[in-house]
């Protein structure tokens, strides 16, 4: 049986960008070129893989059914073929997802596209949002490089601790708080806000202030630290949350800091990917880069 393992190239790329033109332009062929490869991946399968709706064009069932493993496939070959070669970055043409917090991604996510960029002109960043719970995708390969707060346990993950952040309380100017020294009680009768993907009302910090019999009055929930903090600065509500992480957004809003009445842990932050890119030059670069976009943020 022939087998052109060019085509595992070209369906990876199809399926990334979902459209021939966007397929072509990232390996540097024709559209032309690029539909003919996807008519042979289409008899070479049996499937249709792409299917036009409207303007766009959508993976079929079976495409998604494999998408992760091809990705794989694809990258292991990568590796298989570069892993003694020192990668030139000048050249480096690839695709890198990367997934993190959203306070993180608004704090390092312009340092760090402005060092590839400046480096690696040819290397592109998918910066997703974080997700509520699991990686499953770092195992799937569908994810290049993710942040936590926890050191992660599964087996064939990676980690490297960059740092650790504290938590603070963020008011806009002239808030009640501000006046006079923040005890616990205050802080406590104060209406707040928490930051959840998930919405919740509760987290550690009122299980501290139950230990001192004190109950906050958390109202409302925002979705990302963006939404959280500009609603602490049109409204009296109070937020809690990391300090370096958020330090510049504050800023920039103009937000007081006050110190957290409520002994609470360090947060650790970790950047975490899958052991398949230990050997990978260009990933490892990747992680040198997004390590020290993400130390700086604890810079005295």
């Not at 085509?7 to 990232?26: C, F, P, Q």
């Not at 959508?58 to 494999?66: C, E, K, Q, R, S």
Request: include cysteine; charged fraction near 20%.
């Amino acid at each position: 049986m022939q087998l052109d393992l060019n085509l595992l190239t070209a369906l990876d790329a199809l399926l990334e960008e979902g459209s021939v033109a966007g397929a072509a332009a990232r390996l540097h062929v024709t559209p032309p070129a690029m539909s003919r490869s996807l008519g042979r991946i289409r008899k070479a399968t049996g499937d249709q893989i792409l299917v036009r709706t409207g303007r766009s064009m959508v993976p079929t069932a079976h495409a998604l059914a494999i998408r992760a493993q091809v990705h794989d496939l694809v990258q292991q070959a990568q590796l298989l073929l570069s892993a003694e070669q020192d990668v030139d970055l000048t050249t480096l043409e690839r695709v890198f997802t990367v997934r993190w917090h959203d306070a993180l991604t608004a704090a390092c996510g312009p340092a760090l596209i402005a060092a590839v960029h400046r480096q690696a002109p040819g290397v592109r960043l998918r910066l997703l949002a974080e997700p509520g719970s699991g990686t499953p995708e770092l195992h799937r390969g569908e994810i290049d490089l993710e942040s936590s707060s926890t050191r992660p346990a599964l087996p064939g993950i990676r980690s490297r601790l960059v740092g650790e952040d504290k938590l603070v309380v963020a008011v806009r100017a002239g808030h009640p708080l501000t006046e006079g020294s923040m005890s616990a009680g205050r802080y406590a009768a104060a209406e707040h806000i928490a930051v959840s993907r998930r919405g919740r009302l509760h987290d550690p910090v009122d299980d501290a202030l139950a230990v001192q019999g004190l109950e906050r009055r958390v109202v409302a929930a925002g979705l990302t630290v963006t939404t959280a903090l500009q609603l602490a600065l049109q409204s009296d509500l109070v937020v809690t949350l990391a300090d370096a992480v958020t330090r510049a957004a504050r800023d920039r809003l103009g937000l007081l800091t006050l110190p957290l009445p409520v002994q609470m842990p360090a947060i650790p932050l970790h950047l975490v990917w899958h052991q398949r890119y230990d050997n990978d030059h260009a990933h490892t670069w990747l992680r040198e880069q997004a390590g020290r976009t993400a130390q700086a943020l604890f810079q005295p």
